[in-house]
């Protein structure tokens, strides 16, 4: 085998360390997708453990300022009020295809405190306008059923008033004047009233949760980072191989040389 020159180390150090560089990332990006699927893993499993679980009081599980996150998509009951004069719309929320929004209005509890409740969803007019007269829950009192959600964040949009850009609590908080007595780490998905009224908003499923392409994603990184390895060793044998062929082909034409030039001067002394 060759001697590698001085020139060629240089040259494949850099290519080594661009490599190294490379699946390094590789790695990182394929950690990266690994934890999304366990993200996505994790949240299918809170809805299969919560979604139908019994029904439970929601001062049992939640403050005005604490709320666990394992109890997400719990079934909760609560008696009160619609405050239906402070409720809003939520913006971007397309269902099957279409723009809408989500109506949210405040429930005053009967111990007083204030939770935001999502009542469903509502289509854009003909002109992708918020609808001019959204329909509202009866003003009396009654007992609403739902599952529980945590708190969006703001995502630092605006939006016209009125109107929400997430359903952020402390933001519908303050634009409704609500005071400090919400629950401001969640929100209730509505599910069902004990007064119904006529036209309620299209209410949301059960969500549908997969783990999507994370795991192939995953693989493919590491294979990406695998090839790269692949390909510079790959590369570097290629090159020593040439090189060797290259000086064992420019030996023998020194010794054709020499040998012609032996010849010669044994010719010139005959």
């Not at 739902?146 to 630092?156: A, Q, Y």
Request: one cysteine or more; charged letters at 25%; a negative charge.
């Amino acid at each position: 085998m060759a001697k590698a020159s001085k020139s060629d180390l240089l040259r494949w150090s850099g290519w080594l360390a661009l490599v190294v560089a490379f699946s390094i990332a590789c790695v990182y990006l394929s950690s990266w997708q690994f934890d999304r699927r366990q993200e996505a893993l994790d949240a299918m499993d809170q809805v299969a453990l919560n979604y139908d679980a019994p029904i439970v009081d929601l001062k049992a599980i939640a403050s005005v300022d604490s709320f666990d996150s394992k109890d997400e998509w719990l079934q909760v009951s609560m008696s009160g009020t619609y405050l239906t004069d402070k409720s809003v719309l939520v913006r971007n929320r397309p269902l099957n295809g279409q723009a809408g929004f989500l109506q949210l209005v405040p429930f005053k509890l009967d111990s007083g405190e204030i939770v935001a409740v999502e009542r469903g969803w509502l289509a854009v007019t003909s002109d992708y306008e918020a609808p001019a007269s959204p329909p509202k829950p009866a003003d009396i009192r009654q007992v609403v059923v739902g599952h529980v959600r945590p708190s969006e964040p703001t995502l630092d949009r605006s939006a016209p008033a009125g109107q929400l850009a997430t359903v952020n609590i402390d933001a519908f908080t303050e634009s409704q004047d609500l005071g400090d007595q919400v629950f401001r780490k969640l929100y209730v998905r509505m599910q069902s009233e004990s007064v119904e009224v006529v036209d309620n908003p299209v209410q949301l499923k059960r969500p549908v949760i997969t783990e999507g392409n994370h795991l192939s994603y995953a693989l493919q990184w590491i294979l990406f980072a695998l090839m790269a390895i692949t390909a510079l060793i790959w590369g570097v044998k290629k090159e020593r191989e040439a090189q060797s062929k290259t000086k064992k082909v420019q030996r023998r034409k020194n010794l054709g040389q020499v040998d012609a030039e032996t010849e010669d001067s044994l010719l010139d002394r005959v």
